[in-house]
């Protein structure tokens, strides 16, 4: 019997990719950014997408939506009122979308749940509003967590830190440990691995809105590259930037390593992972677009295809026609890679047949 799971603020769908690659896969998605999860149709064609401001509907409603009892349940409430790199505003009305992530799995009572934030969440400042929100769930949960995985430790290319929360009942889900946990942790794959080939690649043709590349099928890839790529070879979203040629200057003169100290851009090495990649916010807040890192050799900033393979999506997966939406959908994404690695660990601990709930009765 396939598990019944709900991705709430789902945005572009990293966090789904996991789940699918893991034998979890959605059987409905909500967020309420329209454009943000214009991918999800496109890339899950077998997940219904729910638009619906999640601070204003109950358990009952995400029900109705998925056809019966959740199994499972996992997402990233908004991260921007608790993050290092924000304001970090008390005021900031973001913040209480993490309490209503847990009235939600208060009331549809899952056999598991997984939350992910930034690590900002657990600061002595903001520890407190984690700890208030978890009190909702008044016990009925075996709880993992907070604790922080980096993505790059599962295998992907970035250094990219995140908070989780696992909660499982013992009813319908064996517990687990962060031993289980790093178990599964491996070396991570290098700038390198993960973006060199995409050089060999030429232009075929705008189709459908995206700019459409192929790549050359002598290239020797790594391991990671070719886990990543279509069997076609080809991929979108790989139009590179044109800088003024003052701007060009300068970035030639970046060193690997080093930091841009105008524009505040990492320049990307070779033999080493990518920084965390950052959203910059949507038109609500300003439309300010993030830093973008500098490619290892081009005197640009990367594109949005390097941006996905450094965080682990594969080349199948389509983003948006617009570039600043793609990278805002990356820069909020939780890697799929790290995402099927901790969901494997969560789906061979579930009870689905629900034998475990009857001996309990």
């Known amino acids: 019997m396939q598990p019944r799971i709900v991705d709430l603020f789902c945005g572009c769908g990293g966090f789904s990719l996991g789940a699918h690659n893991a034998g979890l896969a959605p059987t409905v998605s909500f967020d309420i950014d329209p454009i943000l999860t ?19 509907i109950d358990g009952s409603d995400i029900e109705a939506a998925a056809g019966g009892q959740i199994d499972g349940l996992f997402g990233g409430p908004p991260c921007q009122g608790f993050s290092a790199m924000g304001h970090r505003r008390e005021d900031d009305p973001r913040r209480d979308l993490l309490g209503h992530f847990f009235r939600l799995v208060s009331e549809l009572k899952p056999a598991f749940f997984v939350m992910e934030n930034v690590q900002g969440l657990g600061y002595k400042d903001t520890l407190p509003v984690l700890n208030k929100a978890l009190c909702i769930l008044d016990g009925r949960y075996e709880l993992l967590g907070p604790f922080v995985l980096d993505a790059a430790d599962f295998g992907a290319a970035t250094r990219r830190p995140r908070l989780f929360v696992i909660g499982t009942d013992k009813r319908r889900c064996d517990s687990l440990s962060l031993d289980d946990i790093r178990a599964v942790t491996k070396a991570p794959a290098t700038v390198r691995d993960a973006i060199q080939d995409l050089s060999s690649s030429r232009f075929v043709a705008d189709i459908e809105g995206f700019d459409t590349w192929e790549m050359d099928f002598d290239f020797e890839s790594s391991g990671y590259a070719r886990s990543l790529a279509s069997p076609d070879r080809r991929f979108t979203g790989h139009r590179r930037t044109e800088h003024t040629p003052q701007v060009v200057v300068r970035f030639e003169a970046v060193k690997p390593g080093t930091v841009d100290k105008i524009g505040r851009h990492p320049r990307l090495a070779w033999d080493g992972q990518c920084p965390t990649l950052r959203a910059g916010t949507g038109s609500d807040r300003g439309s300010y677009q993030a830093v973008r890192p500098l490619h290892p050799e081009e005197p640009r900033v990367i594109t949005v295809r390097e941006a996905a393979r450094l965080q682990g999506f594969p080349d199948s997966f389509k983003f948006h026609p617009t570039t600043w939406h793609s990278f805002r959908m990356i820069g909020n994404s939780v890697s799929p890679i790290m995402a099927k690695a901790l969901l494997e660990k969560v789906y061979e601990r579930l009870d689905i047949d629900g034998k475990r709930q009857i001996a309990a009765e």
């Open 38 to 56: 214009s991918s999800i149709s496109r890339n899950f064609p077998g997940t219904k997408l729910a638009l619906a401001d999640l601070g204003k």
